[in-house]
């Protein structure tokens, strides 16, 4: 089935830095990414999508400049959050959506990239 | 808005016990809903899925009806297993939308 990989898996760091994620679909193109952040005990919030060669869409009370997303390839996209603050730190996941979606059009996740910031 | 309310975990059950997992949403037009399972260590995966009203989804044993009446889709396994045992996410899409509306995700523990 369709793969969706996500690094790193965990990265801590200083408040302050930037830090970049990788989403990666590995066996199929998407058009579209998505980026979620999971706080503890709460579900999955959609941040912004991402379509492939255009600016991303960010959802209400996303901070763009912080949260910088860039989907180059039909198989790249990244997350960039910049000047990290421990109110970052979170669980950030990606899905994928296929490019010759079927009628669904269903999403593939990836693993998820736990965020730490010091 | 669009929300899913799930049933609060942790759950822990015996090996072959029987599983509910509530989860009733609100939600503008006619959603489809979803059930997602996610395994230690790996990402979301789409468990099952009905699109309209009285819909059962079902797969690997898992069953939910979609059930307009009382806008809940219920998760439901006759017999669980050890392998069962992960994080069981509900979630709804409006049609003509590709976002997913996600509650707060179950986590199911089986022991032997």
């Known amino acids: 089935g369709a793969v969706v990989s996500q690094h790193p898996s965990r990265v801590i760091c200083k408040s302050g830095t930037s830090v970049k994620i990788e989403c990666r679909s590995l066996d199929f193109q998407a058009t579209t990414m998505f980026w979620y952040r999971q706080f503890p005990k709460q579900s999955l919030m959609l941040m912004a999508t991402?379509?492939?060669?255009?600016?991303?869409?960010?959802e209400q009370g996303v901070e763009k400049d912080k949260f910088l997303i860039n989907h180059a390839s039909l198989t790249l996209s990244t997350l960039t959050v910049t000047s990290a603050h421990p109110e970052d730190s979170s669980f950030y996941i990606c899905s994928a959506k296929e490019r010759q979606g079927t009628s669904y059009n269903e999403q593939f996740f990836g693993p998820g990239t736990r965020l730490t910031v010091l | 808005g669009n929300s899913v309310t799930q049933m609060e975990g942790p759950v822990t059950l015996s090996e072959e016990a029987f599983l509910t997992i509530n989860c009733t949403y609100t939600?503008?037009?006619?959603?489809?809903l979803f059930w997602y399972v996610q395994y230690p260590g790996e990402g979301l995966q789409l468990l099952l899925k009905?699109?309209?009203?009285?819909d059962k989804g079902s797969n690997k044993g898992f069953e939910a009806t979609y059930r307009k009446e009382t806008t809940s889709f219920h998760l439901e396994k006759g017999s669980v297993q050890v392998s069962d045992s992960a994080v069981y996410f509900c979630?709804?899409?409006?049609?003509?939308?590709?976002?997913?509306?996600f509650g707060t995700g179950t986590r199911l523990t089986i022991i032997p």
């Open positions: 939600a503008t037009g006619y959603p489809s």
């Open positions: 991402s379509n492939e060669g255009s600016k991303a869409t960010y």
């Open positions: 979630a709804l899409r409006n049609f003509g939308n590709e976002k997913l509306t």
């Open positions: 009905a699109t309209k009203a009285d």
